[in-house]
């Protein structure tokens, strides 16, 4: 059976692994090098890696790390940040990615991701989606949350699909870091625009919260950041993971499958 | 020895990584020369099928790895896409395959049943080994990570040397003699993977 995956998505931001609320506050919270390793050691379902600083300094993205990254990274692993062209995601997916996420510069120009999948495959393209909320309906931003992109969730999420995305990632910049539970309403209605891999990030606060989205959308991604780097109320720094026995229990009963 | 053929397609250092924590000396081999004397090859691979299949002729290896297969009989692993290359033909483009293993690439959207299926397969999902012996000792119970939208279908059922569901059942892995191939990705398959790339370096 394929399992609903539980993955932890790490920010970097000028080289140290960092953690925002509401796409705000930029907590250090150590080396993204370090926490690779403890995910390995946890055998960790995938790993998404967004560099925070690339697309609103409108740097390329950093190969050389990325590389690094690439190179301590034993499960799957999804990197976004400042990823404009078809050749940068070719040459990122060379040094050992699996999937490259694209977020602003996909929303602006839809055509890079027909030329993104000619270049490596659909299944390594991946289209994250930032969301708040105003009334109704759910705004899409660019730019790290600073930019309105002028265009619909529903119209980003079919341009997606039609022209050859692997996988949506929506992340709610309203849940962003405040641990509280995913926006659930958000997840299922995603849910039902598209059959394309479906991955759903921000606020995450709990196993529970993991079980719920299970249990509200079936097989999905469910990613959380805070989760699986504090610890607590006072939000001590402690990267944790659940083991695969709870991870089974988790996608057993939030899918009430027989024991 | 094991020699990856790196044909700018896949994921080269995630297998160099794995055999170097086993202590199993692997190489990466870009030229047909350094591909001559390999005693057991990966072929990997991710992406458009014909893209593949077009980088690996263009890397002039393909004479040496046809060679080493069908003649010297080497062992060899295909993994992903590197799997799909040992069909003779694939859906997802318009070049013929290496042709090693009877069968056909088929999209997993091919059926009407499928429709609702959400393609790429991506993640991990349950594999069930014919027999758990070679490639597979020790992985009667495995799960492996996959990221793929088309799959392997033999025309010999005895080729199919393990399956895994989805919408349906399919070939996660084939094998004939010395052919093998794999769906998913080892590399990056924590210890069910470490176990199976050891698995083959035993052969």
Redesign the interface.
Known sequence: ?????IIPCLLVSNGGLVKTVGFREPKYVGDPINAVKIFNEK?T??LIVLDIDSTSSGAEPDFKRIGHL??EC???LCYGGGVKTAEQAKRI????V??VAVSSAAIETPQLLARMA???????VVVIIDLRKRGPVWEVWTHNGTRRAGKTMEQVVAESASLGA??IVVNSIDQDGRMKGYDLALATHTRRLT????TILGGAGSLEDIERLIEACG?V?AAAGSLFVFKGAYRAVLINYPSQERRDEIIRRSLRLPG | MITIVDY?VG????FL??YHRLNIVARAVSRPDELRDAEKVILPG???FD?AMRELERSGMRPVLDGLVLERRVSVLGVC?GMQLLARSSQEGSLPGLGWIPGEVRSFRSTDAA????????????VRPARTTGLFDQLADS?F?????YYFHCDRREDTSATS??GAEFASAVSAENIHGVQF?PE?S??WGVRLLQNFAAL
């Open positions: 059976m394929l399992r609903p995956r055998e379902d995938e690439a190179a034993r499960m799957p997916v060379a040094l050992g699996e999937k000619g270049e490596v495959g659909s299944q390594s692997g996988e059959t394309l891999p479906l097989v991604g | 700018g994921n080269i250092q995630a990584n794995v991710v992406g458009d893209h896409v429709k609702s299926l959400a393609v790429p397969h991506m993640g991990w999902n349950d799960r990570y996959f990221l793929h939208s569901s989805y990705h990056k924590h210890h």
